[in-house]
């Protein structure tokens, strides 16, 4: 694992303490709309202003951006309000342009974090420039994907990197736009603990109303902050209307939010640790005695000449764990995976077997 030598993503007038927030619209469409959301975001206390300025849309014929001309609305923000200001960037071209405009953050798509020769261009375009980079997790469920990303803008000598969990795509109907699948990002900060990571409520929930429960789950996990789409008249916005929010109602979301500091462990969570290491090593105990007797079941299957896989038992073992483990307030399918995870360890022992 390549160890990343961060910074900080600090910003001079911008309080350190959780949740750093950055908000505004999905899209910039019009000055006056920019200004007024800006306005009403920084009465709010919000100093960090986002406005899309390029939309990679996935059809064509619907908003795209107002392109560059945007970015001179931006710098109105900057200037006139004092607000830092952040936008994506998806090319090459981009870069160049947001970087001339003076943009504060930059942050990269997750269309454009998929695809390792977008990322390589934007890389080779941020050499030599000293910007916090955000990068939102690929469409697709690919941690090293997200890694690699992360890994070139480091590569081009940047060390003020962030993460942006957006979720990620799903064929199937839930409740969420983008299914938030949060091992992903909790993987990620365990390989990466110094790497800032921040929650895109917004295109998680993918409608206003959830915004709030993601948001606070997002600190419960200790999150470093919020990126959350806020406009002046959501339903009347050219893009992603129902997920966003006003800027008094983000207002709400915030103070409403409990944020608990990671340092306030007290003895007796240390004890509950303990006990939990102790556990963990009985169950390793458990597993390796386990694995030693399908080990001989697997001389045995041998010796009289019978398949490895046994599907009736297989799915005998299944059906009864999960059950037993249903009266005992274990989730059956949390059960079911850890069987699942464990029978395919133990047919893969036997066929190394059947191979000697």
Known sequence: MKKLE???????????KRPLIIAGPCSA??????????????SGGIKIFRAGIWKPRTKPGGFEGVGSEGLRWLKRVKRELGMYVATEVATRDHVFEALKAGIDILWIGARTSANPFAMQEIADALKGAD???????????????????VERIYGAGLRRIGVIHRGFS????NMYRNLPLWHIP????????????????????????????ISQQAMDLN??????????????????????????????VINMLSVREEKQTTENIAELRRQIDSIDENLLELLAKRMRVSHEIGIYKKEHNMPILQT??????????SKAGETLDLNPEFV?????????????LQMIEYNK
Do not use: F, M
């Open 6 to 16: 961060l910074q900080h993503i600090t910003l001079p007038d911008v309080d350190d």
């Open 29 to 42: 469409e019009t000055e006056e709309q920019v200004l007024n959301t800006a306005k009403q975001l920084v």
């Open 131 to 149: 910007i916090p980079v955000l990068i939102k997790n690929p469409v697709n469920p690919d941690l090293e994907l997200w890694i690699g990303a």
């Open 170 to 173: 799903s064929y199937d109907k």
């Open 186 to 213: 909790i993987e990620l900060r365990r390989r990466y603990p110094n790497l800032p990571i921040l929650c895109d409520p917004s295109h998680i929930g993918g409608k206003r109303e959830l915004i709030a429960p």
């Open 223 to 252: 999150y470093d902050g919020l990126i959350v789409e806020s406009h002046c008249d959501p339903d009347r916005a050219l893009s992603d209307a129902a997920q966003q929010i006003t800027p008094d109602v983000l207002d709400y």
């Open 312 to 321: 009736p038992r297989y799915e005998e073992i299944l059906d009864k764990r």
């Open 336 to 348: 079911k995976k850890i069987l699942s995870a464990i029978h395919e360890e133990s047919v893969r």
